[in-house]
């Protein structure tokens, strides 16, 4: 995707960049040094992005997995599938592993792999998100 090609460049425009280094940011924190997040089992799990179906959301996940990576000093991974809807992302960050169904959602059976996900619009959906919080498993 084109927007993925142009997020590391986009961001070496904008501030200074190690020649030669995998590293997109000068002062990136190098992938040896990340950390994962752990799950319940204890096991090593990388920060989840989601990326909703749309380009500006696309590139907003490549900066975000790319200043998560480099600034945070998280391992970081873009999902999928993509998020076809501004309502997936409540289903996703809430656990759900099938977040895109009209119907059996499958919420409430894993811990969540998705942690983080921008350009959303996530405030249009307050009383879906009400009613997941009152109750997660039924998957809205």
């Not at 590391?8 to 960049?17: E, F, G, R, Y």
């Not at 997109?24 to 190098?30: S, V």
């Not at 970081?76 to 656990?95: F, M, N």
């Amino acid at each position: 995707m084109l927007l993925r090609r142009i997020a590391c460049p986009l961001l070496a425009a904008l501030s200074s960049v190690v020649a030669g280094s995998p590293l997109c940011l000068a002062d990136g924190i190098p992938e040896e040094e990340r950390v994962f997040l752990k799950d319940s089992q204890g096991n090593d799990m990388p920060v989840g992005i989601l990326e909703l179906n749309w380009p500006s959301a696309g590139l907003l996940a490549e900066l975000a997995k790319l200043l998560i990576k480099e600034v945070l000093g998280f391992h970081a991974e873009i999902g999928e599938p993509l998020g076809a809807s501004g309502a997936a992302p409540i289903y996703a960050l809430a656990g759900c592993r099938n977040f895109n169904a009209a119907n059996d959602k499958q919420c409430g059976e894993t811990e969540p792999v998705m942690h983080v996900s921008l350009d959303s619009w996530i405030g249009s959906y307050s009383s879906l998100a009400k009613r997941m919080l009152d109750s997660p498993e039924s998957g809205l």
